[in-house]
Structure formats: structure tokens, C-alpha cells
């Protein structure tokens, strides 16, 4: 499977007349350094889209915790450690000390 995926690299790679002033100046690419070029150009989108991502879920995580914490009664949050606060979110007293 891996071998199928490069032949047409290899047809495209071979197709340009290569002229050993083309290979001094580095203009022909194997299959391989044009795959490790690809890499390099996709890397910084690659990582941008992994932050982006991960902030989506650590905000959508947030999102739930609070919408889970809205339920609960007065005395329900008392029970657990945590009291609601005039706008009504939850806290916790401890970590106000």
C-alpha cells in the first residue's frame, strides 16, 4: 500500500528533465523530500488547528460543568462544599481565602 501511494510521485518526479545543473541547485525533488516538504509546509496549520481544538473543548467541558452546577439547589451546592454567588454562578469558599 505504501509503494502504490508513491508511484505517482515518482512519474511526476521523473517527468522533469533532470539536467545535473538542476541537481546542483537542488530544484528536483524525490518522492520522499517532496513528502517531507509537504510536511514541513502543512506543520504550522497542523499545530494551529490541534490549539484550536483544544480550547473548543476545554470551553464546551466549562460550558456543561456550569450548566450541570445551575442545577443543583442552594442547600445541594451548601452540601457539597460550594456556595452560589449574587450572579448566581458556583464557588468554591475555600479557594477565595
Given at each position: 500500500m505504501g509503494?502504490?501511494?508513491?508511484r505517482p510521485l515518482k512519474e511526476k518526479?521523473?517527468?522533469?528533465?533532470?539536467?545535473?545543473?538542476?541537481?546542483r541547485r537542488g530544484t528536483i525533488l524525490t518522492?520522499?523530500?517532496?513528502?517531507?516538504s509537504t510536511n514541513q509546509a502543512i506543520?504550522?496549520?497542523?499545530?494551529?488547528l490541534?490549539?484550536?481544538?483544544a480550547r473548543f473543548?476545554?470551553?464546551?467541558?466549562?460550558r456543561r460543568t456550569e450548566r450541570m452546577m445551575a442545577r443543583f439547589s442552594n442547600r445541594?451546592?451548601?452540601?457539597?462544599?460550594?456556595?452560589?454567588?449574587?450572579d448566581g454562578s458556583a464557588y468554591r469558599p475555600s479557594d477565595y481565602r
Open positions: 509503494t502504490q501511494s508513491l518526479a521523473l517527468d522533469v528533465t533532470d539536467t545535473p545543473a538542476d541537481r518522492p520522499k523530500e517532496s513528502i517531507m506543520a504550522p496549520v497542523v499545530t494551529a490541534t490549539g484550536l481544538a473543548v476545554a470551553s464546551s467541558r466549562r445541594e451546592l451548601q452540601d457539597m462544599g460550594f456556595e452560589r454567588d449574587w
